[in-house]
T-cell receptor, first 112, second 114 residues
Framework: GQSLEQPSEVTAVEGAIVQINCTYQ??????LSWYQQHDGGAPTFLSY????GLEETGRFSSFLSRSDSYGYLLLQELQMKDSASYFC?????????????FGQGTELSVKP | DAGVTQSPTHLIKTRGQQVTLRCSPK?????VSWYQQALGQGPQFIFQ???????QRGNFPDRFSGHQFPNYSSELNVNALLLGDSALYLC?????????????FGSGTRLTVV
C-alpha cells in the first residue's frame, strides 16, 4: 500500500528550529512535497524534493533520502504565524493523470 | 492574478440531499482536482479533470461525480448525502495533468450534512 507517516503534533517556541519528519511507503516514487495549511484554509505549496538532499527556501528547508524512505521539513527562526498544519505529500502520476497522496498532517504550535 | 476560487464557502445540507460545489482554476491552469478533507485528516483525492474528462479517480463511490467545462472550471456533485460526507472540499488546479510540483489549492467549501 501507499502511506506517509508524520507526527500528529509538534510544539516549539518562537525563534527556535523545528523539524517535521515524514516516512513513506509508496510505489513509483516521484518525490516528496510539503504543504502548509492554516486553520482549514487553502493548503499552500512549500517545497518539492525530486532528488536526495536538502532544498532551501528562505526559513524553510526540506530534505529527502530515498534510500531511507524518509524526508523532513525544517523550519528556522520560528514565528507565531508558522503555527499551522504541515503535510507531506507524494505526487503520484500514471498515464491516467496525477494526484497527491497526503500524510495525516502535523499540527505545529509556536509558543511565545 | 486570481488564484483558485471555490463557491460556496460554507454549505449545510440534509442527509439524502444532493449538492453541487464549484471551482474556477487559476489563470493559465487547465487541470482541476478535487479533494475531501475530514477534520484533523489529510486531504483525500476524489478525482481529476483534464480536457473535460475524468482522468483519474480515488476511492470514492459513484455518488461523487464531476464535470469540467470548456473554460476549465469544474463542478463536484454529491448525491444522496450521508453524515460522513461532512468535510472540507478542496479544489486544486495545475497546468498539466501530470504535475511533480506545486498544485494551487482553493480555500475550500465547508460542507455540513445534518
Amino acid at each position: 500500500g501507499q502511506s506517509l507517516e508524520q507526527p500528529s503534533e509538534v510544539t516549539a517556541v518562537e525563534g527556535a528550529i523545528v523539524q517535521i519528519n515524514c516516512t513513506y511507503q509508496t510505489s513509483g516514487f516521484y518525490g516528496l512535497s510539503w504543504y502548509q495549511q492554516h486553520d482549514g484554509g487553502a493548503p499552500t505549496f512549500l517545497s518539492y524534493n525530486a532528488l536526495d538532499g536538502l532544498e532551501e527556501t528562505g526559513r524553510f528547508s526540506s530534505f529527502l533520502s530515498r534510500s531511507d524512505s524518509y524526508g523532513y521539513l525544517l523550519l528556522q527562526e520560528l514565528q507565531m504565524k508558522d503555527s499551522a498544519s504541515y503535510f507531506c505529500a507524494w505526487p503520484s502520476w500514471d498515464n491516467q493523470g496525477g494526484k497527491l497522496i497526503f500524510g495525516q498532517g502535523t499540527e505545529l504550535s509556536v509558543k511565545p | 492574478d486570481a488564484g483558485v476560487t471555490q463557491s460556496p464557502t460554507h454549505l449545510i445540507k440534509t442527509r439524502g440531499q444532493q449538492v453541487t460545489l464549484r471551482c474556477s482554476p487559476k489563470s493559465g491552469h487547465d487541470t482541476v482536482s478535487w479533494y475531501q478533507q475530514a477534520l484533523g485528516q489529510g486531504p483525500q483525492f476524489i478525482f481529476q479533470y483534464y480536457e473535460e474528462e475524468e482522468r483519474q479517480r480515488g476511492n470514492f463511490p459513484d455518488r461523487f461525480s464531476g464535470h469540467q467545462f470548456p473554460n476549465y472550471s469544474s463542478e463536484l456533485n454529491v448525491n444522496a448525502l450521508l453524515l460522513g460526507d461532512s468535510a472540507l472540499y478542496l479544489c486544486a488546479s495545475s497546468r498539466e495533468s501530470r504535475v511533480d510540483y506545486g498544485y494551487t489549492f482553493g480555500s475550500g467549501t465547508r460542507l455540513t450534512v445534518v
